[in-house]
């Protein structure tokens, strides 16, 4: 029997070979699976896996970052950007650099986004004990702050020895690459073993071609759902994320055409409809349309694709009748199984595709198909009124319409936490898959800015947009620089409002006093123009949406990186859709303001 040819490696070498020799099959053609290896090294990665990128530098590109955080936000970005079909690595030292991608990771994790992260660790014979920047533990020697990183990662491992890469990368892959159990993988590499050899078999680096799996669903749920639709007098569809990572969005309008389904979004699933499509109704749940709620508390039987059917979706379970049939269409069983519904486990475009063939001729209730059309045309009216100009500070809805008016088709918008992102997903009307950008997922400041860079590199040809607020740009804001360095073309418009509006706005809501939100008197002024500029930007201060809609138009033209701050009233708020949201008031309370939202609040609840 022929001895496999083997290869002397050390650790570090190997995992490098072997991310060079991982391959997949894309939209647009076989590609790399890891476009890239986000690094900020120090002791516990630069001698051993920092070696080893350097001289792989041609086949695989080391970018520096300036926050651990930050890199890895860009990494989640490119992968969502790519829908899940590329993604990129991150490597950091031991301690704080390691604990700093914790919330990155969970980001990774809530949004089911592929990121291979790879902090260095302690020594795995433990010779120095206790190394620079070790968390000794006094009761359990085998652990590091890395530990932090299990309950945020679909899969954790921890390299002990340099012959554990041979079961730990492929097991790494096939979650990476999983549509179900896709998410962040940690690979802990204790900085010994990073730099130790072994002779491993050549044929772990021989190149590997990963396809998307697309897993076909029991005929019999299928079944089950094509009778519920085909005896349903009200149904909706709810697209989420999934429509999109399958690649779905053009099954889904023809299916919605023929049928005359209407459909809902997600935030996640925002531009699985071009916003022009007759049954389109946009946005669904907390920060909805009024079409798609309306048609929501309507429905008879819902459809949702794709989607973990989160708060914000559901209204904490407020949103849906109570006698709807729900049906769940996941790749992810934990999915399917949530608010009781009925599940067809399978990948978005083959159900539909399923669908749409046992369906010929089938059409929704001609009564039903007006209504929705009546409620999406009343919607666009107030969508026009909402995002037009005034003579009083702007409000963030005009801010976006602002900023619509001026963007392109093959622009690209990214949001995140705050307010933005719910008068985003009722306002931002999108023409394409993949021009709307979101985090909502677990709604984390500072991933705006990052994202923004990770979205340009995913999507070098357009545009991109980040709308991001005063609070969030302060907790990260340092991948500007960045950004600057690697030539990319991103306009970033910063709405100052004084702090956290959103929360000032939700802690009046909520009976409370303005307390620990807005920055008070006591409070610099801060020049974010100067600060952008600091880190190679360039930047403008604007008064109006006249104003703004001029800068964005200078800043298209320059290129580059630039910043716009407008100035927006923190207490205006749109009036028009939305939905209850489950926010606990206080049960007692001095104040009467309190009591009396705590009232409405009992209200609501027991609609549950």
């Not at 990774?108 to 902090?119: F, G, K, M, T, Y």
């Not at 307010?419 to 898959?433: C, I, Q, T």
């Not at 910063?494 to 809501?509: E, H, K, M, S, W």
């Not at 207490?571 to 939905?579: D, E, I, K, N, Q």
Request: hydrophobic share 45%; proline share 5%.
């Amino acid at each position: 029997m022929a001895v496999e040819p083997k290869l002397r490696l050390t650790a570090g070498q190997a995992l490098v070979r072997w991310m060079i020799a991982q391959q997949v099959e894309t939209a647009g053609g076989i590609r790399p699976y890891f476009a890239g290896v986000w690094a900020i090294f120090g002791h516990g990665n630069v001698a051993g896996l920092g070696e080893a990128l350097a001289a792989a530098s041609d086949d695989l590109p080391t970018l520096r970052a300036h926050s651990e955080q930050g890199m890895a936000h860009a990494a989640i970005a490119f992968a969502k950007q790519n829908r899940r079909e590329r993604a990129m690595a991150c490597t950091s030292s031991i301690g704080p650099g390691a604990t700093n991608m914790v919330t990155a990771a969970a980001l990774a994790h809530v949004n089911r986004l592929p990121i291979l992260l790879l902090p260095g660790d302690v020594f795995a014979s433990r010779r120095p004990d206790p190394v620079l920047q070790q968390l000794e533990s006094f009761g359990d020697p085998t652990t590091s702050v890395n530990d932090c990183l299990r309950p945020v990662s679909r899969l954790f491992d921890r390299i002990l020895r340099p012959e554990q890469l041979i079961d730990a990368l492929p097991r790494a892959m096939a979650v990476l690459t999983d549509p179900a159990a896709c998410g962040p993988v940690t690979l802990c590499l204790c900085q010994d073993v990073q730099a130790e050899a072994f002779d491993y078999p050549v044929s772990l680096f021989r190149t590997r071609v990963w396809r998307r799996r697309r897993p076909v669903p029991d005929h019999r749920e299928v079944d089950d759902l094509v009778t519920a639709l085909r005896n349903a007098r009200a149904p909706l569809i709810v697209a989420g994320g999934g429509v999109l990572y399958a690649r779905a969005e053009k099954g889904l309008a023809r299916f919605a055409a023929v049928t005359g389904i209407p459909v809902a979004e997600t935030q996640a699933g925002k531009g699985a409809m071009p916003d022009d499509h007759p049954q389109a109704l946009g946005a669904v749940g907390v920060t909805g349309t009024s079409a798609a709620n309306d048609a929501a508390a309507a429905a008879d039987v819902i459809v949702a694709i794709g989607t973990r059917l989160q708060d914000f979706t559901t209204g904490s379970r407020t949103l849906f009748d109570v006698d709807a049939t729900l049906f769940q269409v996941n790749v992810a069983l934990h999915d399917t199984a949530k608010h009781d519904a009925r599940p067809v486990l399978g990948d978005a475009g083959v159900v539909l595709d399923d669908l749409a063939e046992r369906l010929k001729g089938w059409q929704v209730d001609p009564a039903w198909r007006a209504r929705n059309l009546s409620a999406r045309a009343l919607w666009l009216r107030q969508w026009a009124e909402v995002v037009a100009p005034d003579d009083n500070v702007p409000s963030d809805a005009q801010v976006v319409g602002a900023v619509w008016r001026v963007s392109r088709p093959d622009d690209v918008v990214v949001c995140a936490a705050g307010g933005l992102p719910g008068e985003m997903h009722k306002f931002w009307r999108v023409s394409r898959p993949g021009g709307y950008h979101a985090e909502y997922g677990f709604s984390c400041m500072g991933y705006e800015i990052a994202g923004g860079l990770g979205v340009a590199l995913a999507a070098p040809d357009c545009r991109v947009t980040v709308m991001v607020g005063d609070g969030s740009y302060l907790m990260l804001n340092s991948e500007i620089a960045t950004a600057v360095a690697m030539g990319c073309r991103m306009t970033i418009v910063l709405v100052d409002n004084g702090g956290f509006g959103c929360i000032d706005r939700l802690q009046r809501a909520t009976g409370g006093r303005a307390f620990g939100n807005l920055r008070d008197q006591a409070a610099p002024t801060i020049d974010f123009v100067a600060h952008a500029r600091s880190l190679g930007a360039s930047a403008e201060r604007v008064g109006d949406i006249a104003a703004l809609e001029a800068s964005l138009a200078r800043a298209r033209d320059a290129g580059g990186v630039s910043l716009i701050v407008i100035p927006t009233d923190p207490a205006r708020s749109t009036g028009v859709g939305g939905h209850w949201w489950d926010v606990p008031v206080a049960e007692c309370s001095d104040r009467s303001d309190v009591r009396t939202a705590r009232h409405l609040y009992d209200a609501e609840r027991r609609r549950i």
